[in-house]
C-alpha cells in the first residue's frame, strides 16, 4: 500500500501556512477544490477566515484524540469554549460539517459553567442553527441556555440586540419579559440601548400590566408572567394593537404615559427579588 501526500501553500489574511493537503483534504473535501481551483490560475490558496481561528483549526486537525481528556481537566472552561468555538467558525465555512457538530455540542455542553458574551452566544447560535437538521437536541438545549441567561442576567436590555441579531422572536420576546420585570418605565425611556421599537413594544407590555394592577420593575407573579409571554410571542412582534394602531409607525403619541417609577434607569435595574424570580418560570421554547 502506497502513501501519497504532498504539502500546500494556504494564505490566510497576510499569513501563509504551509500544510499537509490530506489532512486538509480529510477534514472537508472543500479544501481540495479550493487547493484545486487556486492551482489551475497559479495562484495560492486564500481562506476567508482570521489567523486565529485558523490557528485553533490547525491545532484540530494534528491534534491526537488521546489528548483530549487531559485537554479538558487542564485547560479552563473559557479557553476551551473559546477554542471551540474557533474551530467551529473555520469548520462551518469549508463544510468540515463532523467537525462543526462536534465543536458546536461541547460549546453547548460549556454554556452553564461560562458565562459568554452576548457575541459569543449569536455566533454559537448562528452555528448551531447550521447544523439543525443534523444535530437538532444540540441547537434546542443552546435556545435553552440561552433562555436561562436571560432569566438569570441582572441587566436583561443586554440580551435584546443579540436575540433580534439571530431572528429569534422567542428569544427577543423573552428578554422584553424580563426588562419589564426588572426595570422601569422611566429606565425604559431613558436607557440608550433601547430604539423606539424597542420601547413601544415595551410600553404596551407595561400597559397590559397596569391593567392587571401590576408594576413595572415589581415582583411579577408566576401566572402573569405566561400572560406577557403570550402577549409578546403573539401580538408584540407582529405588532397590532387591538385598535389596529401601528406601534413601529414613527409617530409615538399613542403609546401609553405613566409615573415614573423610582428606579432610575435600566442598566441599574436589579430589584431585591432578581433571584426569585430567575427561578420563577422557565418557558419551554
Sequence with gaps: MSYEDSIVSLRVEDTEFRISKNLLISASPTFGDLLEKAARNGRIARLDVSVQDFREFLWF??????????????????ARFLRWLAVATVAEKYIATEISRWTVKKMVQLLRRYDCSPTQLVRLYRLAQGLATAGLLVFHSLRLDWARKIDQSPDPVVWIIPARDVGDNSLQARAYLYVLKRCSVQGIAEDPRLDNLDRDRLF???????????????????????????MFTKSSMGFEL??????SAPDR??????????????SSCVTENTERQAEDIIFVL
Excluded: I, K
Design 61 to 78: 486537525l494534528n491534534a491526537n484524540p488521546s489528548t483530549f481528556d487531559a485537554y479538558r481537566t487542564q485547560a479552563d472552561v473559557e
Design 242 to 247: 387591538p385598535d389596529g394602531t401601528d406601534l
Design 204 to 230: 404596551v407590555g407595561a400597559a397590559n400590566m397596569r391593567e392587571n394592577n401590576l408594576n413595572v420593575g415589581e415582583y411579577v407573579p408566576r401566572y402573569f408572567d405566561a400572560l406577557l409571554w403570550d
Design 253 to 266: 403619541s399613542h403609546v401609553p404615559t405613566h409615573p415614573p417609577l423610582p428606579v432610575a434607569s435600566a
